[in-house]
């Protein structure tokens, strides 16, 4: 059964059909699949997403992203359908990137004949601008991979070697032997230290040219002495370092470190290259008009203004501009966070990087490139990124001190003994730095918050930052976006008035009747509504005419014939010819020949669990703040039924980012929950953010959490772990003081056995994971 | 026990083969895209 035609069959279901986009650019069957894709052409146009192939002269290799896929069966049926076209000579879509890499011969082929067999199959491909960033991040990521594995590998044999030593029975291990074993540990950690370690010296000798004092440091330089003095104790055990070795201790504590890091970076790269996609959400092409009074499909980047072009209906504008001929309703939501359509007619403002919904417009192009709005959000957002509040992290705070505190003790070790027994001094000295080795200090936090990222993933929240457990635990205010945050994108019915002497669900049909033919947000409710209640769907409607900015017409009858037909209007007080009482909510009317017939009232759908996250965190003692884009009446009303106290409508994104900065400056630590594209620039400036699932690519990647499911509750989930991270890293701390403050003392006056120093470096590590991991299980208690 | 002086060497050029191994397994990208390879079952041709 998984023949091509039917994995096409599997793949469509999943199509989210989101409601911003008027249900038509993302899904593959509705219509797309005609775009002119031959401006792609061009070799000029090539460059952007495609390389040459070294190996032939006229081989081409292209990266494309693929919209409307979503699982693997979608991955195989893209690569059949590529290979189908002549000329392709290799392509490989992954499954999870949603990517596909092209070879193909330019002499026979050209990129809009393979693009268009994917469109043919169901799919849309989008050239990837992005794709070499991409690569640089792979062969990264591989590295570290890389360096760990080798660390890891290389620790479980020198263990090896190491356990006859800790268990032999005095004279049972000949001192040739031992030897053996030395010499073999030394081969083993040699790759260890060399190449494992690279990252740790890099940074380390970064920070002594930049004269800070990073954690890096006491790390390195801990690495270097433990080394040193076990090669010394390998090759000359006669020496003034002493006889001792301590390879175990080292390549473990380096593997740890390396694994940590190691799953940090997976962290980041989970998310990463949505910044880099995102100017794929602007088309690529769009029809100009030419002189000659036809359209010519051109590259977005070819656009100058004055050109006036043509947007079909669930297009986006790809610049700002003036509609010179048309009526339509546009889609701003992820600009300007205004959850209802706008209607735009002659003379209207469109901006780029919004949607058309109903009809097919002339604008004239005003701005592009990077003087669009969206450009300017964007550039907001980057500009905020880098001015984000800094948070010194706990660990890199103590660095120094702790530096400055092992360095004196060495000394003072050194000092007390050169007087007596200089041979021994120096042994001591190096026994202090040892034993001090900043182990537990180190991997105290990031075991503590990798433990946490892992445990709030299985709760459907992707932690992207981890410092931000830090900010998370110490925040005291909470701003909120409105729509799509506390509420949901999508309208609800609330009451109903009607005529006297006509049931609410006869007429509530009858306009579902006339909405089902149109993309309004209030329509969609209304059919919502209707199939609800779904008491005689027999009511049909014809001749219908949708006006942008009025509302829809059209002639209704009752299947069943015990109603005779009617001319009805669904819309706007104006457009159904009534008066009716100003009201502060969002109201549509339905009319007939003989006048007013219904008004129903539309509001938002605030999440189910809004209330109790706004309780819940008010009751964690921190304020609670509503920011919108919206209209201030829509804003109170939401804020009147989550019962926050604090909002504030009409807001742009200079305004919120202006209002995070005064709560900032005067001190107040503040988390943000947004997901549209203006909170872009407030989520960057944060001290910690919050995204959901379903944002903009942008906003997903500014924000330090990413909540994947629909529960507001996750903020308070995060709240909680954060808080409880955040005791578990500083009992880690207090564990490696009071390590540090038993040994130092025992080792500066020689009391500590060598093999104890080692073995103690050793658990001190493997205590403060195992602490860490305490994270995971108490979890479970957050539900 | 004499052996052993022929093991332990042996064993530190088996772990230095074992590295050579990954070392292939990553730089072919075998850790990169888990999944889609053991799907590919499903595909009829």
Not at chain 1, 127 to 143: G, I, L, Q, T, W
Not at chain 1, 657 to 682: E, I, Y
Request: charged share 20%.
């Amino acid at each position: 059964m998984f023949n091509d035609r039917s994995a096409v069959n599997v793949a469509a279901p999943h199509n989210r059909i989101d409601a911003r986009y008027g249900g038509q650019v993302e899904s593959p069957d509705a219509g797309v699949a005609t775009e002119d894709l031959h401006f792609l052409d061009d070799p000029q146009e090539w460059s952007a997403f495609s390389r040459p192939d070294p190996r032939s002269t006229d081989c081409w290799e292209s990266n494309v992203l693929i919209e409307g896929m979503h699982c693997a069966a979608c991955a195989l049926t893209i690569e059949d359908a590529l290979l189908s076209v002549p000329g392709v000579l290799k392509a490989e879509v992954g499954a999870a990137s949603h990517r596909a890499r092209v070879v193909w011969s330019s002499d026979v082929v050209r990129p809009s004949d393979w693009m268009r067999a994917v469109q043919t199959a169901g799919y849309r491909a989008v050239p990837a601008n992005d794709a070499f960033a991409r690569e640089r991040r792979k062969s990264e990521a591989r590295k570290a991979l890389w360096r760990m594995l080798v660390a890891g590998l290389c620790m479980m044999q020198v263990m090896m070697y190491a356990y006859p030593a800790y268990v032999a029975a005095p004279g049972d291990l000949t001192p040739e032997m031992e030897q053996l074993l030395r010499w073999a540990s030394w081969v083993l950690t040699l790759p260890v230290i060399l190449f494992s370690c690279g990252p740790f010296f890099g940074n380390a000798l970064r920070d002594v040219l930049q004269r800070r004092v990073s954690m890096d440091l006491p790390v390195a330089l801990g690495m270097l002495i433990t080394f040193a003095v076990s090669t010394a104790g390998t090759f000359d055990p006669r020496g003034i370092f002493g006889r001792e070795v301590y390879f175990d201790s080292l390549t473990m504590f380096v593997f740890f470190l390396l694994a940590g890091r190691w799953l940090e970076l997976r962290l980041r790269d989970r998310t990463a290259g949505a910044l880099e996609a995102l100017m794929n959400r602007l088309p690529d092409s769009v029809a100009r008009l030419c002189e000659d009074g036809t359209y010519e499909r051109v590259p977005v980047r070819r656009l100058l203004p004055d050109d006036v072009i043509r947007i079909l209906p669930g297009e986006m504008f790809p610049a700002d501009g003036v509609v010179l001929q048309g009526d339509t309703m546009v889609d701003e939501a992820l600009l300007t966070g205004e959850s209802r359509p706008v209607a735009r007619g002659v003379g209207g403002m469109v901006i780029a990087g919004s949607h058309n919904l109903s009809n097919v417009v002339q604008a004239r192009v005003e701005r592009v490139g990077d003087k669009t709005r969206f450009a300017q959000i964007v550039t907001l957002m980057e500009s905020a990124s880098t001015t984000k509040p800094p948070l010194a992290r706990l660990a890199d705070r103590i660095a120094k001190p702790f530096l400055i505190v092992v360095l004196l003790a060495a000394g003072l070790a050194c000092a007390f003994w050169w007087g007596r027994d200089p041979e021994h001094a120096l042994m001591v000295a190096v026994a202090v730095l040892v034993v001090t080795c900043p182990c537990a200090l180190s991997l105290a936090t990031p075991a503590a918050m990798l433990a946490a990222a892992g445990a709030l993933a299985r709760r459907g929240v992707l932690v992207r930052r981890l410092e931000a457990f830090e900010a998370m635990a110490s925040i005291d205010t909470v701003m909120f976006d409105k729509t799509g945050t506390l509420t949901r994108d999508v309208m609800v019915l609330g009451s109903t008035q009607v005529r006297e002497g006509v049931s609410v669900v006869q007429v509530l049909d009858m306009a579902a009747a006339l909405a089902q033919y149109s993309l309004h947000p209030v329509s969609k409710a209304l059919v919502a509504a209707a199939s609800e209640t779904a008491a005689s769907p027999a009511w049909k409607a014809n001749a219908v005419n949708e006006i942008a900015g009025g509302g829809v017409s059209g002639r209704v009858w009752s299947g069943d014939a015990t109603q005779t037909a009617t001319d009805l209007r669904l819309g706007s007080a104006d457009f159904c010819g009534i008066k009716v009482s100003q009201s502060d909510s969002l109201q549509t009317c339905l009319s007939d020949e003989r006048g007013w017939l219904a008004t129903f009232e539309l509001h938002e759908d605030v999440r189910s669990d809004a209330l109790d996250t706004v309780a819940a965190l008010h009751r964690e003692g921190i304020a609670v703040h509503l920011l919108s884009g919206d209209s201030a009446q829509a804003a109170a009303r939401v804020a009147a039924q989550v019962s926050i106290t604090e909002f504030q409508g009409d807001c742009s994104p200079q305004h919120k980012l202006d209002f995070l900065r005064n709560a900032q400056q005067s001190g107040h630590k503040v988390a943000v929950v947004g997901d549209g594209l203006n909170d872009g620039p407030v989520l960057a400036a944060a001290h910690v953010s919050f995204a959901f699932g379903q944002a903009v690519p942008l906003t997903q990647a500014q924000a330090d959490f990413v909540v994947l499911g629909d529960q507001l509750g996750a903020v308070v989930k995060t709240l909680l772990m954060a808080r409880r991270t955040l005791r578990v890293v500083r009992q880690n701390l207090w564990w490696a003081a009071i390590y540090n403050a038993v040994c130092v003392p025992l080792a500066v006056v020689g009391l500590l056995p060598a093999w104890l120093a080692g073995l103690g470096m050793a658990l001190s590590s493997l205590l403060v994971v195992l602490n860490a991991l305490r994270l995971s299980y108490s979890a479970k208690r957050l539900g | 026990m004499d052996i052993l002086y022929l093991l332990v060497p042996l064993s530190v050029i088996l772990v230095f083969f074992i590295l050579g191994g990954l070392w292939w397994a990553i730089y072919r990208g075998q850790f990169e895209d888990v999944e889609s390879e053991g799907e590919r079952i499903l595909k009829d041709s």
